[in-house]
């Protein structure tokens, strides 16, 4: 069992910077792949960027390569998502996810999900 915790949303203007958290229980979590979730009003949940149990692998939406940045610390059970040059587009609840295999883009795939985290970008 793994329960998932986020943290580091906000408002921030257009162009800045924030860096969420995704804080995890259970000492198998360095084994997990996990994605980064967002979900607008009205719109359905997309993917935004994943990274395998070591960190070697990344995976990004088109929308997000290049501003965000996807990484994890295995010995504090965290996995970060760094955005750069947020607009108001990127403006939804954004959710870590975690399954005990390997990597996917589906959040159907998921098995264990945190309550998530506002982020709001102002024009």
């Known amino acids: 069992q793994v329960q998932l915790v986020e943290s580091g949303g906000g408002l921030v203007q257009a162009g800045g910077s924030l860096r969420l958290s995704c804080a995890a229980s259970?000492?198998?979590?360095?084994?997990?792949?996990v994605g980064w979730f967002r979900q607008a009003p009205g719109k359905e949940r997309e993917f935004v960027a994943a990274?395998?149990?070591?960190?070697?692998?990344?995976y990004y939406a088109d929308s997000v390569k290049g501003r965000f940045t996807i990484s994890r610390d295995n010995a504090k059970n965290t996995v970060y998502l760094r955005m750069n040059s947020l607009n108001v587009k990127d403006t939804a609840v954004y959710y870590c996810?975690?399954?005990?295999?390997?990597?996917?883009?589906?959040?159907?795939?998921?098995?264990?999900w945190g309550q998530g985290t506002q982020v709001t970008v102002s024009s």
């Open positions: 996810a975690a399954r005990s295999t390997g990597v996917t883009t589906t959040p159907r795939g998921y098995d264990y």
């Open positions: 259970g000492r198998t979590f360095s084994s997990y792949a």
């Open positions: 990274i395998n149990w070591s960190g070697g692998s990344t």
